[in-house]
């Protein structure tokens, strides 16, 4: 069971993490950590957002590997942004926390890429999974 606007929700509020990164980034001096944290919230909820389009509850968990994982089962194309996921997985837990984290602007960016390569997936693929519902709707219209 497809469910539009909960999916819409959770991209909404994908959108809100990604876009304060990109903000984040005019600071000085520049919270790199947070910036990535930013940018794995995001990817999370991008993904959990599919989950529950494809009529999922999505798991309590921060783990964007398992989150692919899960998503593989609906779409085997979510193996293409599955380093992705890998590349921001750690940045869920760790710049939350007081310990050794030594991430570079090229980190940053890095991450920043990696969101945005999970948001447009994400999105291009709900959009065309809304395609072809319609398309098939309107050709059983048109067979009554």
């Known amino acids: 069971m497809v469910n539009i606007k909960e999916a819409q929700e959770w991209q909404r509020l994908a959108a809100m993490d990604l876009n304060t990164a990109e903000y984040l980034k005019n600071m000085k001096p520049l919270p790199i950590e947070i910036i990535c944290y930013h940018c794995q919230q995001s990817a999370e909820k991008y993904l959990k957002g599919y989950l529950v389009f494809c009529g999922m509850t999505p ?7 398992e989150l692919c994982k899960l998503c593989l089962k609906y779409s085997n ?3 293409n942004i599955a380093d992705q996921c890998s590349d921001l997985a750690t940045y869920g837990v760790q710049p939350r926390y007081p310990m050794e984290l030594i991430l570079d602007k090229e980190d940053m960016q890095q991450a920043l890429d990696s969101a945005k390569a999970v948001k447009d997936f994400v999105v291009a693929i709900i959009e065309e999974k ?3 519902e319609q398309k098939q709707a309107e050709s ?3 067979d009554e």
Not at 59 to 65: A, E, F, G, Q, S
């Open 59 to 65: 798991p309590r968990m921060h783990d964007l590997d």
């Open 77 to 79: 194309n979510f193996k």
């Open 130 to 132: 809304i395609a072809q």
């Open 140 to 142: 059983k219209t048109l």
